[in-house]
């Protein structure tokens, strides 16, 4: 996944460059790499095409538990 990773840095140098605050550029980055990451997970990785509310839906619910629970271990 380091495409993703490019598209962040990508993120983030063109929000500053369009005066976009460095805690916007990298809330930004972040934000829409998760997004990216998910699709591409989702579509290429796992081959899963179905879009359905259904199916969509539990998905993202988990892939959304799946990262606050990675942001609050560290914590813990």
Known sequence: ???VYV???LVIVVAQKRGGGP???VALGFWLG???SFVLQKLVT???KRLHRRVLL???LAFSA???FNFASRYW
Request: charged share 10%; proline share 5%.
């Open 34 to 36: 998760l997004v990216v």
């Open 66 to 68: 799946l990262v606050l």
């Open 58 to 60: 539990p998905q993202i």
């Open 46 to 48: 796992f081959s899963d």
């Open 7 to 9: 598209f962040e840095l």
């Open 1 to 3: 996944m380091g495409s």
């Open 23 to 25: 805690l916007l550029a």
